[in-house]
């Protein structure tokens, strides 16, 4: 069958890599290598099987799995049957996967043999699932469920289809805001996007996707196809699109670990090994301890070879320009800092040796506004606080939830637009300051306090590693700005000397009431801010 490949989706396009680029490498985890043939053909056949068990067009497909190859082969089978893969936080516990599996309407699950545990609580609850594969990790098959393995050697692979390009991709968000919502979007818009992204990089994207092939080819030819390193989780946003879908709709390699957690030796290690080209991260608590590694090795006077490296790419969390620095000293490369969320992107950064970049300091995208509490468009220098909206690429709005949707997803004069719930300051060079999502805003005797910038303000502090800023309830203020910190290695300082120090960054009333000191400030896999977590420490402490 010839394939229409001008049609905008995900899984057309990869087919068309494979056949261009049989024997490149598309997926490099640990000693394990696919070359693009190899991922086509497995994940044909993953496919072949959820056809077979019921699953096709618009099925959702739980990846309860950590980064692998077959996380990335899962993901592709979904697509070539035309279903949605439900990315699953490898941390959730019972009632959490119970609640997310049955909201996606998920009708396969892939999961780590380690969690086979968690699946035989929760399995009788989600009558909907008609097939469980386990992924074989040293742990005994569960009774009931597919090996993973038994999948690919026992199934042919699954003939090429026809696909359409209003097809639905769909992320979920973590739940920062609420119970976690699938973001929907259709493959031909996300597709679309994704090249936007790609052409914003510099890279030379045609207009009509139908030449994208040359574009590969002459990559290829050029010894320029990239090879990016995905050091956050493939389960969020930032891992599977920045590292996943921008490597893969160019014919590059996606590079993962199988260790849980970030092992900054070992990624510098398949930097030099694989000659990694791009590298995915979340801000700085991904980057700090990428540069402690890095200096570590260059005072035993014996660096790590850097040559390959082209990028570090960052997304959702605050990447800061001292951290950006510190990097860019050990290395010359292009630094890329993109703000936005699961429903649409807003901004961008770009930091390199000659030209540095502020922290929480971004350019506007193109079709991006920001808009006061009191429905006007934001006048750069204003002063003016407001909400994001970003229009282009917008969501088809949330999985069963259309009071969110509508809250989220609306018009502003005559434009759809999406407005998440971040909120920034216009500069008066047209540049933006985030500020923050709105939902965690402190609201302190009348003022709004963004906890993003009172933790930006408190880690310029030498003696300060991490923090994160939650409110209280105050009987004088109503709530009060409470700091949850951690020190650097030799660090040494106290509460009243901090706050004191934060003075010079902060308007008084933003400055913390309290500061807790902890050993560890707590983040997610994809290094974002568990606020969750620090609101119940700081009161814990002082309530």
């Known amino acids: 069958m010839t394939i229409n490949y001008s049609l905008r989706h995900f899984a057309n396009i990869f087919e068309q890599n494979a056949d261009l680029l ?18 086509d053909q497995e994940a044909a056949k993953v496919a072949q099987f959820l056809s077979d068990n019921g699953v096709g067009e618009d099925s959702k497909v739980g990846l309860y799995l950590h980064n692998s190859n077959q996380y990335l082969v899962a993901h592709y089978a979904a697509f070539k049957v035309m279903g949605v893969p439900i990315n699953v936080n490898y941390r959730y516990q019972a009632n959490e996967l119970i609640y997310l599996l049955d909201n996606s309407d998920s009708e396969a699950v892939f999961y780590q043999g380690c969690y086979a545990n968690q699946i035989k609580k929760i399995r009788d ?3 909907k699932v008609k097939a469980w594969i386990q992924y074989d990790d040293g742990t005994p098959l569960l009774e009931g469920s597919h090996a993973y393995q038994d999948v690919i050697n026992n199934t042919a692979p699954m003939p090429r289809i026809e696909r359409n390009e209003d097809n639905i991709y769909m992320l979920y968000t973590g739940g920062t805001t609420g119970m976690p919502k699938g973001v929907m979007y259709t493959h031909g818009g996300f597709v679309n996007s994704m090249l936007k992204t790609l052409k914003g990089m510099g890279v030379d994207v045609p207009e009509d996707l139908a030449d994208i092939k040359n574009t590969i080819l002459n990559l290829h030819e050029a010894g320029q ?19 996943g879908f921008l490597s893969h709709l160019l014919g590059g390699c ?51 070879n850097l040559s390959t490296l082209k990028l570090i790419y960052s997304s959702g969390v605050m990447f800061s320009a001292d951290v950006k620095a510190s990097l860019l000293a050990h290395h010359d490369m292009v630094i890329m800092d993109a703000m936005g969320s699961s429903e649409g992107g807003m901004g961008s950064s770009v930091t ?48 069963k939830d259309k009071e969110k949707s509508d809250a989220t997803f609306k018009e502003f004069n005559g434009t759809r637009y999406s407005f998440p719930g971040d909120y920034a300051l216009v500069e008066a060079d047209g540049t933006i300051t985030l500020l923050g999502r709105g939902s965690n805003c402190i609201n302190s005797a009348g003022e709004k306090i963004y906890p993003e910038e009172v933790e930006e303000a408190l880690k310029l502090n030498e003696n300060i590693y991490d923090s994160l800023v939650v409110g209280l309830p105050d ?69």
């Open 352 to 399: 390199t040796r000659e030209d540095a970049a502020g922290t929480a300091k971004f350019r506007l995208n193109p079709g991006v506004v920001v808009v006061s509490d009191d429905g006007k468009e934001v006048e750069p220098g204003s002063g003016v606080r407001g909400l994001i909206g970003t229009s282009g690429l917008v969501p088809e709005g949330y999985y």
């Open 225 to 243: 196809l990239s090879k990016s390193f995905v050091a956050c989780p493939l389960m969020h946003g930032t891992g599977m699109w920045l590292g």
């Open 254 to 304: 996606v590079v993962t670990t199988p260790n849980l957690g970030l092992d900054t030796k070992l990624l510098w290690e398949e930097v030099e090994r694989v000659g990694v080209t791009n590298i995915i991260i979340v801000g700085d608590s991904f980057a700090k301890p990428m540069v402690q590694e890095l200096d570590r090795r260059v005072k035993e006077n014996n660096p790590y």
């Open 125 to 127: 609850e989600l009558p």
């Open 22 to 39: 049989p024997d490149n490498p598309a997926a490099i985890c640990g000693d394990s290598t696919l070359s693009w043939k190899e991922y």
């Open 475 to 543: 009987e004088k203020f109503g709530n009060k700005v409470v700091a949850v910190v951690s020190l650097t290695e030799n660090g040494d300082i106290n509460e009243v000397d901090l706050i004191s120090a934060t003075r010079e960054h902060l308007s008084g009333y933003k400055l913390p009431k309290s500061v807790i000191f902890v050993p560890e400030v707590m983040r997610a896999p994809n290094g974002k801010a568990d606020y969750k977590w620090a609101k119940t420490t700081a009161e814990t402490e002082l309530l």
